[in-house]
């Protein structure tokens, strides 16, 4: 990991501009990094590439940076979103925290049937999003969606977008949620048949989907029901190996350089 702080920003970014950080960013380069001034560090804000910005002052409220030359210029990852319905809060938080790493471009949390935690809290996500965003480099940070039930998000899906539904159960039409026999078929292969177009990835609960989501979801077109192998995985596991596969197969682990 490079040792030069990476910071997100709000503000707009250009060679030669200043910027005043916020409490908490000027309490993490003062305190926390002990930089002097001059120091450098690089800064982001989503839209305008990634800049280099020295120290110029410590004022009594705020660090001041003076802006430098820009390092990277904007780009995004695939299009990748990820469903997800709220677990408890340790497993939200690693939920949220990996789905950035994984690089995904929009969260949407969905309340299922079976979904018990209470209501995600918009500050907290945020928070979560930036540091993983600072951490893991990428330059443009994923969008997050008001949780919204399931039976909503459905109704109003853009049916060009493929949502792989993570689901573990069978297809035994007398075993309860649908047995553990006949599974859906394996995510790398059925990703694979779709390609590289905009996609969603979407995991279910503790609890799983309840039997009547799990036939209101098939019925959609645009739905691939996908097994992510025998085992049944926690929520968290379920999204990290989901979106993995995807972005084995489909999305921006593969070089772009030609292959020998
Ligand atoms: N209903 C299960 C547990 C659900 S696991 C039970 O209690 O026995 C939580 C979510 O992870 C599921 O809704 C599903 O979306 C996903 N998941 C876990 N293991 C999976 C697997 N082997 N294949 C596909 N999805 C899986």
Redesign the pocket.
Known sequence: MSATPRLYVEGALEAGGRLELDQAQSHYLARVMRLRVGDVVRVFNGRDGEFDAEVAEFGKRAVVLSVAERRRVQESGPDLWLLFAPVKKSATDLIVEKAVELGVSRIVPVRTRWTNAPPLRAERLQRIIVEAAEQTERLDLPEVETEASLENILAGWDASRVLFF????GDEPDAP?GGRGVR?PDIASVVAREGTGPAAI????????APEERAALRENAFIRA??????????ET?VIAALSVWQAVAGDWPSKAPQN
Request: glycine fraction near 16%; proline fraction near 8%.
């Open positions: 993570c689901d573990e159960a949620w859906a979407l995991i279910g609960p503790e609890g799983g989907f996908v097994s992510l192998g025998p085992r049944v995985l926690r929520a379920a």
